[in-house]
């Protein structure tokens, strides 16, 4: 293996973080770049046995359109900083390029590599990427003209949409179990604070029904209740076996006597 792979389990997050120029603290989130490489043995290719490759962490994803890479290692030392930097094990990108595939060929839009970019502008032209970009993040969040670049701008916008719901707190004190301010919520907040509002908007957008069964599939039958007061929403659910409704901010000893007193 002469690349060094993907160890962590949420590479993909990272994805849409760089779309929006926090791919670094995404990754420093993890732990840094050690928490994210290759955690075996390392190959070369090099005659010296002694001399490894450099370590190199590759993220690419393929959208229905488009296809994207980044590929990042460890830093160089930059400006005037004498001896090892502090921000040592923060990640650099070294290449980056996002390309169309087509039936015969691919066709590439932005290519970076070795401290040089090339992009190609909305006349199919290639043309040097003139523009400053940072060394820690994407080229898609550093677009400051992207009606020149559509093809970019379409990726960044889509990656700017995707959600991945895999680190909600449950604890009391957790967001989602209290009332938060809602307005009408098309996409889940990373956290979830806003899931009565979203759920109240799945409902009044005309998927009543669709969500009603859901809840009683995934709850043995339970029902969904939503209440909103002065813009403050709050979730919980309705069950048989309770006469009371259990809100959100119910723990496990509240349902224990609310059974008791039932």
Same mark, same amino acid.
């Given at each position: 293996m002469d690349r060094a792979r993907v160890t962590f389990t949420t590479p993909f997050p990272c994805l849409p973080r760089a779309a929006e120029g926090r791919l670094a603290r995404a990754i420093a989130a993890e732990g840094g770049m050690p928490s994210i490489m290759w955690a075996g043995q390392r190959q070369t290719r090099s005659a010296s046995p002694r001399k490894s490759d450099p370590v190199r962490v590759r993220l690419s994803v393929k959208t229905q359109m488009y296809s994207y890479e980044l590929v990042c290692g460890l830093p160089r030392t930059h400006?005037?900083?004498?001896?090892?930097?502090?921000?040592?094990?923060?990640?650099?990108?070294?290449?980056?390029?996002?390309?169309?595939?087509?039936?015969?060929?691919?066709?590439?839009?932005?290519?970076r590599k070795a401290g040089e970019a090339w992009i190609r502008d909305e006349d199919g032209r290639r043309t040097n990427y003139s523009g400053e970009m940072l060394p820690t993040e994407s080229v898609l969040s550093q677009l400051r003209e992207p /009606?020149?670049?559509?093809? *970019?701008?379409?990726?960044?916008?889509?990656?700017?949409?995707?959600? &991945?719901?895999?680190?909600?707190?449950?604890?009391?004190?957790?967001?989602?179990? /209290?009332?938060?301010?809602?307005?009408?919520?098309?996409? *889940?907040? /990373?956290?979830?604070?806003?899931?009565?509002?979203?759920?109240?908007?799945?409902?009044?957008?005309? &998927?009543?029904?669709?969500?009603?069964?859901?809840?009683?599939?995934?709850?043995?039958?339970?029902?969904?209740?939503?209440?909103?007061? #002065?813009?403050?929403?709050?979730?919980?659910? /309705?069950?048989?076996?309770? #006469?009371?409704?259990?809100?959100?901010?119910?723990?496990?000893?509240?349902?224990?006597?609310?059974?008791?007193?039932?």
């Open positions: 400006g005037p900083v004498v001896g090892k930097s502090a921000f040592h094990l923060h990640p650099e990108v070294k290449e980056e390029r996002v390309w169309l595939e087509t039936t015969d060929r691919e066709v590439t839009f932005f290519q /009606h020149l670049y559509p093809g *970019l701008s379409a990726l960044r916008q889509e990656m700017g949409q995707w959600r &991945f719901y895999h680190h909600f707190r449950t604890d009391r004190d957790s967001a989602m179990r /209290h009332p938060q301010p809602g307005v009408r919520t098309l996409a *889940l907040d /990373h956290d979830g604070r806003d899931l009565a509002a979203a759920l109240q908007t799945i409902e009044e957008i005309g &998927f009543a029904e669709e969500m009603r069964e859901a809840v009683s599939e995934a709850f043995a039958d339970a029902s969904l209740f939503i209440s909103h007061s #002065n813009a403050a929403f709050e979730v919980g659910l /309705h069950t048989r076996e309770l #006469n009371r409704r259990a809100s959100s901010r119910m723990g496990p000893c509240d349902i224990s006597a609310y059974w008791r007193l039932s």
